[in-house]
């Protein structure tokens, strides 16, 4: 006998398909004999647990390759600093890429910036997993009971959201094992990373929500800030150029006497653009 139409788009077993066939409606889907099942003991309880159990294993496996880099990356930033300090032309690009101070907190401030950059990535992956999910007609069993699309999208969306926050602490956690330095200060310079990759994140999304077939422009323009951030300072491109990156307006930490406000202005963007995704996702018709 064929799984039904929901197992086989969202390759759930059994007792998973009967979980979100209750989503949004627990009670009013079980009938008048049914045996009475505590909600919170369903995996599938909600849209963001659904997404969560899509998305767990990305997450995972993006951790497990940000805890060795940044031990890695750690342990060599005396070491680096000691290296290049000879080198007039790239000690100069250091600087630029992690900001006037000395050059071991500039080497730190460059890797900080890079695992910003990796995030990034990671977080406009997760949110063209809404992409897949439509285009692939798996998200029509989930929307043909009682969950709307902003609760479907919201449920990614926190995967998005939160996932390069946890990736980012694990990397400031490797970066200060591998060391030796004191954890807070490479906790806060890898978590104000997160501003610029939620505006990725937030622009990625409302690409999709705006133009479905718009949507892996995302990864343009992770690239785009990928070559600004490290082709721009050997290209000595203009501020203006520079200023395209929202990762140019991150305070560059560990180092002194940071500059605030523009990571409030990066924060307003981002949910600027994901209300706007939001509403356009909740007007627009989905991919036939």
Do not use: N
């Not at 959201?161 to 954890?183: K, N, V």
């Not at 520079?242 to 006497?257: A, E, N, Q, R, W």
């Amino acid at each position: 006998m064929c799984a039904p139409p929901a197992q086989q788009a969202l390759h759930l077993a059994p007792h998973e398909v009967e979980e979100l066939q209750g989503l949004g409606h627990p009670a009013g889907r079980r009938g008048a004999g049914a045996e009475h099942r505590d909600p919170v003991e369903g995996r599938l309880a909600t849209p963001a647990a659904l997404a969560w159990r899509l998305q767990r294993g990305t997450l995972l496996g993006w951790t497990l390759a940000f805890a060795p880099a940044a031990v890695l990356f750690g342990s060599l930033a005396d070491g680096a600093a000691a290296l290049l300090g000879d080198d007039a032309s790239t000690r100069e690009i250091l600087h630029r890429l992690g900001g006037e101070q000395a050059l071991t907190d500039a080497f730190l401030a460059a890797m900080t910036g890079v695992f910003g950059l990796l995030a990034a990535l990671y977080a406009v992956a997760a949110v063209l997993r809404l992409h897949a999910e439509e285009t692939g007609h798996r998200a029509e069993p989930l929307l043909g009971h009682p969950v709307g699309r902003l609760r479907w999208a919201a449920g990614h969306l926190l995967t998005a959201l939160a996932g390069p926050a946890a990736l980012l602490a694990t990397a400031a956690c490797g970066l200060a094992l591998g060391h030796g330095r004191g954890l807070p200060a490479l906790l806060l310079a890898c978590l104000v990373q997160l501003p610029a990759v939620w505006v990725l994140a937030a622009a990625a999304f409302t690409l999709y929500a705006v133009r479905p077939r718009a949507a892996p422009a995302g990864w343009a323009l992770v690239t785009l800030c990928l070559l600004i951030g490290w082709v721009g300072p050997v290209l000595d491109l203009p501020a203006r150029a520079m200023d395209l990156s929202p990762f140019t307006h991150v305070p560059k930490l560990p180092g002194p006497d940071p500059h605030w406000p523009p990571v409030a202005v990066l924060v307003a963007v981002a949910a600027g653009l994901l209300v706007l995704g939001l509403a356009r996702l909740r007007a627009r018709d989905l991919t036939a």
